[in-house]
């Protein structure tokens, strides 16, 4: 996704397959990956108070607004409860000890204390490392008393519960030094860890009725020092080609390849982008509050785009 548009690209040869909208001028992306929504936030710098979060869905170019967030939070991320056939979002407030919780199904935002995950890793939650799998968002955590970079479990937020799950990693992952790449493996959560001297990949399964989670290794091979340096600096994604062994990743803005078992690393687009994820397109309509993305030209003759009320 670039600064004023939203362009879609195949996974297998990376190239551009469409563009689906541009972005209205007084909106930001702060979320897009799940189940073909998007999340924006229109804002206006002379009344504040017309702030609002909007659902957008490209594939139908409908548009619905949100409640604003009550709580001063500092980032949002979309999720779906197949239980309910509900919609969410949550978001983390600023005092790191509480998340609130949008319902699309009530069209209201609840509030949750959660001082548990406040201690076991929400305070290590970075844009770029959260990935979504299952109806739930993972990420890394971070103990208050470890080194940076050393984790010892990983961390998920159920949408289905609204619950977080805390889950060991094997001791392999929680040496000093790593680095490491989350990301989906089929519908699985793995994890890519490079060291100095060796590369794996633990996947995290499900065993028996009882769904049980625990590690399996999945991949070991050699390190290489330019590849162990590039991942050390840029922007992690979920995006993964397993057919090609390879991760889709951003360095500055700029998209590359870097396929784990050749090492090769390939510059793959010169645009530059603020964001990228999957994509999966979705007929999700919701008849409230419905929004339009309006396209004109303004006194310059350039071409704009900005949010309406149908």
């Known amino acids: 996704m670039e600064w004023d ?29 799940t189940y073909g929504l998007i999340l924006m936030h229109t804002f206006n710098e002379n009344t504040p108070d017309e702030d609002e979060m909007v659902f957008h869905n490209p594939c139908i170019r409908k548009s619905w607004s949100i409640p604003p967030c009550p709580y001063m939070t500092w980032t949002h991320r979309l999720g779906f409860a197949p239980s309910t056939n509900d919609y969410k979002v949550v978001a983390f407030v600023f005092d790191n000890s509480s998340i609130v919780v949008y319902s699309s199904n009530a069209n209201l935002w609840r509030i949750k204390d959660r001082s548990d995950a406040h201690v076991r890793g929400l305070l290590s939650f970075k844009d770029g490392d959260d990935l979504y799998c299952k109806d739930a968002l993972y990420w890394l955590g971070l103990e208050e008393d470890k080194p940076p970079g050393v984790h010892n479990h990983l961390v998920s937020f159920d949408f289905d519960s609204e619950e977080f799950i805390f889950v060991d990693l094997p001791d392999a992952l929680k040496q000093p030094g790593l680095v490491k790449i989350n990301f989906v493996l089929g519908e699985s959560v793995a994890i890519f860890a490079m060291s100095s001297h060796s590369a794996c990949i633990w996947v995290l399964v499900e065993d028996g009725v009882d769904k049980i989670k625990s590690w399996r290794l999945w991949y070991t091979g050699d390190s290489n020092s330019k590849a162990h340096r590039f991942l050390t600096r840029s922007y992690r994604t979920d995006i993964f080609n397993v057919e090609k062994n390879t991760f889709i990743l951003s360095f500055k803005g700029y998209m590359f390849s870097y396929n784990f078992r050749s090492h090769r690393i390939q510059h793959l687009e010169d645009d530059y982008y603020d964001y990228f994820g999957i994509y999966m397109e979705s007929l999700v309509l919701h008849k409230r509050n419905q929004r339009k993305i309006l396209t004109y030209h303004d006194e310059d003759g350039e071409e704009r785009t900005k949010l309406v009320r149908v």
Not at 6 to 18: H, L
């Open 5 to 33: 548009k939203t362009v879609v690209y195949s996974i297998d040869t990376f190239r551009k397959i469409d563009e689906i909208f541009k972005t209205p001028d007084n909106c930001v992306v702060i979320c897009c990956k």
